[in-house]
T-cell receptor
Framework: QKEVEQDPGPLSVPEGAIVSLNCTYS??????FMWYRQYSRKGPELLMY????GNKEDGRFTAQVDKSSKYISLFIRDSQPSDSATYLC???????????FGKGTKLSVIP | KAGVTQTPRYLIKTRGQQVTLSCSPI?????VSWYQQTPGQGLQFLFE???????NKGNFPGRFSGRQFSNSRSEMNVSTLELGDSALYLC??????????????FGSGTQLSVL
């Protein structure tokens, strides 16, 4: 079992929809949680960064972490065609500089 | 502020050859990590260099090696290439201070194809 599991999709939604992307993790030592966005033929771009449990909002994006259930979520409101990309969740433990990634979910937002 | 720069962007090699990839981190960042990305396995950690020393290593064979120079630039080498080494190789940099709030920033990667 991988330490971070993510449904690869693909996920296709109409423009303006609310998108929910999810990951689960198994390592209880993970304390830092990230979402990266990766466009085709580009490197991952850091989108959201959270510590421990709770919510974090940045514009149309909201990241949620529930450590009790080991569940990580990213919500995208009012999705746009420019949001079409692969979204990767990642985690690391305190004192570690190594990230463990999910395999990524490919999202398409249809105009 | 310039981002993480990786060269070359694309490489085609044949089995048995070796390859060297280069990475220049964000100015001021002292740590460089390397990741391999494939459709089947996703992003997997190769190793991390800080102050010219390898600090962490992932579960890859010894054919994969790297080094870091005094200016924090890093190179990664793969010897005796195999078909399965075809992948996007990503370099990432971070400050690596005593702060726990470290963020990792990636370059655009080097796409390696082994024929």
């Amino acid at each position: 079992q991988k330490e971070v599991e993510q449904d690869p999709g693909p996920l296709s939604v109409p423009e303006g929809a609310i998108v929910s992307l999810n990951c689960t993790y198994s390592n209880s030592a993970f304390q830092y949680f990230m979402w990266y966005r990766q466009y085709s033929r580009k490197g991952p771009e850091l989108l959201m960064y959270t510590y421990s449990s709770g919510n974090k909002e940045d514009g149309r994006f909201t990241a949620q972490v529930d450590k009790s259930s080991k569940y990580i979520s990213l919500f995208i409101r009012d999705s746009q065609p420019s949001d079409s990309a692969t979204y990767l969740c990642a985690s690391r433990s305190a004192g570690s500089y190594q990230l463990t990634f999910g395999k990524g979910t490919k999202l398409s937002v249809i105009p | 502020k310039a981002g993480v720069t990786q060269t070359p962007r694309y490489l085609i090699k044949t089995r048995g050859q070796q390859v060297t990839l280069s990475c220049s981190p964000i100015s001021g960042h002292r740590s460089v990590s390397w990741y391999q990305q494939t459709p089947g396995q996703g992003l997997q950690f190769l190793f991390e260099y800080f102050s010219e020393t390898q600090r962490n290593k992932g579960n890859f064979p010894g054919r994969f090696s790297g080094r870091q120079f005094s200016n924090s630039r890093s190179e990664m080498n793969v010897s005796t290439l195999e078909l399965g080494d075809s992948a996007l190789y990503l370099c990432a940099s971070q400050l690596r201070t005593a702060s726990t709030n470290e963020k990792l920033f990636f370059g655009s990667g080097t796409q390696l194809s082994v024929l």
